[in-house]
């Protein structure tokens, strides 16, 4: 059971990412007259790579993969990350790489020049994969966002992509992208697919994130057999299916 601390900390958590998302920051014009979706993924399970990446593809559409240089490669209970050549490999494939730190932690409770050095690490360890010419698409570890590290990470990111719940539509805060989990359970998968029709009725940009995409997944994760089921409605429903990158471009935002 968690704490009194940690219960306190998940709390104010949540009120900062509220109040960073509503108070006025860098923003973009989401409006659009096509509905776009984006699938993204965090950490990266290795498993977001040969499933949801190959099951993207069967659909002819690709992927932002959110790295975090320190995870790559390591084996965990229930998941094994994504190594530097995978990441190499999803770029091959024209996927999308963008950053998620390079040690994973709660930026809300860093400091400005230890979130500095930790992305520096993190773009270091990204170009050395694949040099991009301009800014990379950045998610917060946790969905935690931070006041403090808005501006560092305005200079330094195209957009930032948070976990509050929804769509983004006409004046957006680039700093913090609203966004919509796929995760167990299945029902809760299956149930997004109502978002795809209600983007039809009334588009935006809605982005989608996950983690790993298995037989047996993670409470983050999904089933292949969910995750397809959702890139085939989206297909169906005539959404553009667009890397965070390419739909920045489209908007005409984010630098």
Same mark, same amino acid.
């Given at each position: 059971m968690p704490s009194l601390l940690e219960r306190i900390d998940t709390v104010a958590g949540r009120l900062t990412n509220r109040l960073i998302q509503r108070l006025p920051g860098p923003q973009i014009d989401a409006s659009t007259r096509g509905p776009i979706v984006s699938f993204?993924?965090?950490?990266?399970?290795?498993?977001?790579?040969?499933?949801?990446? #190959?099951?993207?593809? %069967?659909?002819?559409?690709? +992927?932002?993969?959110?790295?975090?240089? /320190? @995870? =790559?490669? *390591?084996?965990?209970?229930?998941?094994?990350?994504?190594?530097?050549?995978?990441?190499?490999?999803?770029?091959?494939?024209?996927?999308?790489?963008?950053?998620?730190?390079?040690?994973?932690?709660?930026?809300?409770?860093?400091?400005?020049?230890?979130?500095?050095?930790?992305l520096a690490?993190?773009?270091?360890?990204?170009?050395?994969?694949?040099?991009?010419?301009?800014?990379?698409?950045?998610?917060?570890?946790?969905?935690?966002?931070?006041?403090?590290?808005?501006?560092?990470? #305005?200079?330094?990111? %195209?957009?930032?992509?948070? +976990?509050?719940?929804?769509?983004?539509? /006409? @004046? =957006?805060? *680039?700093?913090?992208?609203?966004?919509?989990?796929?995760e167990q359970p299945e029902r809760s998968v299956l149930a997004l697919r109502q978002a795809v029709d209600g983007l039809i009725a009334d588009p935006g940009w809605l982005i989608f994130y996950g983690h790993d995409v298995a037989n047996t997944p993670t409470p983050f994760g999904c089933t292949p057999q969910s995750f397809e089921t959702l890139v085939a409605h989206v297909r169906a429903s005539g959404c553009a299916i667009l890397t965070v990158d390419a739909a920045l471009d489209?908007?005409?935002?984010g630098g």
């Open positions: 993204t993924f965090d950490d990266v399970p290795e498993t977001a790579l040969t499933a949801g990446a #190959a099951i993207l593809e %069967r659909y002819d559409a690709r +992927g932002t993969f959110y790295i975090s240089g /320190g @995870l =790559t490669g *390591r084996h965990e209970t229930d998941r094994r990350l994504i190594t530097a050549g995978g990441c190499a490999e999803l770029v091959q494939r024209g996927h999308e790489l963008g950053c998620h730190s390079f040690a994973h932690p709660n930026i809300r409770h860093l400091r400005r020049d230890a979130l500095t050095r930790d690490q993190n773009r270091a360890f990204l170009d050395a994969i694949a040099p991009v010419p301009q800014q990379r698409n950045f998610a917060y570890p946790f969905t935690a966002a931070s006041f403090r590290s808005r501006t560092l990470l #305005a200079q330094h990111y %195209r957009s930032a992509r948070g +976990g509050l719940y929804g769509v983004n539509r /006409g @004046l =957006t805060n *680039r700093t913090y992208l609203r966004a919509m989990p796929i489209r908007l005409g935002g």
